[in-house]
């Protein structure tokens, strides 16, 4: 049977099997997807040993970095996002891609109908996860992009790296006082230890996205409601749509995400 899994660490209360096993049972394909413990020291051993008889692997926190690094080739997307996130052997060529952005991207357009063509958007954040979506909003055409971030080098640094006319970066400081924002993006893991993201005031208008899924409301999303914001999401519909992503790169069929998306909401 085709063989695919996860790896990361830790990685047991990973959703990615059972999404690809509704993926796959939907879309009529036989294949096996398990999950790998992995370390730092051995995680390109690990890698090396699954492909002896594996087809692909997505890999998350904390070896994104390492897979770009032991990738003999990479999509633009994961060159440009710095981390790899779904390996696929390819004529017999291990290559690297990134699908969290685009995962992003079908979110907020498919499943949330909002645009992103000429919109201003504010990404809270400038680690791996924000990195990743650079290029997919720049592309979708949004008409600012505003990076903030707590160390406010680390966004300064994207701009170099991206070197679009759009882009501005700010510290975190800048944050509560921005006006004419439409959409905000929190790619920040602040909100997992409770920091509040000091958003503006009055969101009645503007589309607030966290990258951070639960039960209940988010920190980010909590305080978005509170000021205002009536339209917003959390990262579960990201996590599926970027799976979705690395299935069809290695199956070349695209699955329906919703029902996957409504069976993963009901058990959260
Ligand atoms: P990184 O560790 O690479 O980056 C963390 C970011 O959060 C940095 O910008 C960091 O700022 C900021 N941050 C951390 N703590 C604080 C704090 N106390 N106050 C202010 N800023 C803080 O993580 P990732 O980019 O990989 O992930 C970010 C989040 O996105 C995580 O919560 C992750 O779970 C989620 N995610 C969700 C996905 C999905 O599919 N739904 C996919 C990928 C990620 P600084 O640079 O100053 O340290």
Redesign the pocket.
């Known amino acids: 049977m085709d063989k695919y899994a996860v790896i990361g660490n830790p990685i047991a209360h990973s959703k990615s099997p059972e999404i690809h096993r509704r993926f796959a049972e939907q879309c009529k394909q036989e294949l096996s997807y398990g999950a790998l413990l992995s370390t730092e020291q051995n995680f390109k051993q690990d890698v090396s040993e699954f492909f002896k008889d594996g087809l692909g692997l997505n890999v998350t ?1 904390p070896f994104k970095l390492q897979a770009l690094e032991i990738a003999d080739e990479l999509s633009e997307l994961a060159e440009k996002a710095g981390a790899v996130n779904t390996l696929a052997l390819e004529n017999k060529k291990l290559v690297g891609y990134n699908t ?1 952005g685009i ?1 992003l991207i079908r979110d907020i357009q498919n499943n949330h109908k909002q645009t992103l063509k000429n919109k201003n958007v504010l990404l809270l ?6 990195r990743g979506v650079i290029l997919p909003l720049l592309q979708e055409g949004v008409s600012r992009l505003l990076i903030a ?3 406010e080098q ?1 966004a300064k640094d994207l701009l170099t790296q991206f070197s679009s006319p759009v882009m501005e970066s700010l510290g ?1 400081d800048a944050v509560p006082a921005l006006k004419s924002i439409d959409m905000i993006i929190n ?4 909100g ?2 409770g ?1 509040s993201a000091n958003l503006p005031e009055n969101l009645e208008k503007v589309f607030c996205h966290d ?3 639960a039960a209940k409301d988010t920190p980010f999303i909590s305080e978005a409601k509170q000021k205002g914001c009536k339209q917003y999401s959390d ?1 579960l519909g ?2 599926v749509e ?1 799976a979705a992503e690395s299935f069809f790169i290695w199956r070349k069929v695209r699955p329906e995400t919703r029902p996957v998306l409504e069976a993963l909401r009901k058990q959260l």
């Not at 790619?187 to 602040?190: D, G, K, N």
């Open positions: 926190l969290d995962g954040g400038a680690g791996g996860a924000a971030n707590r160390t680390k975190l790619a920040s893991s602040a997992l230890s920091i990258m951070v899924y990262g990201m996590l970027q």
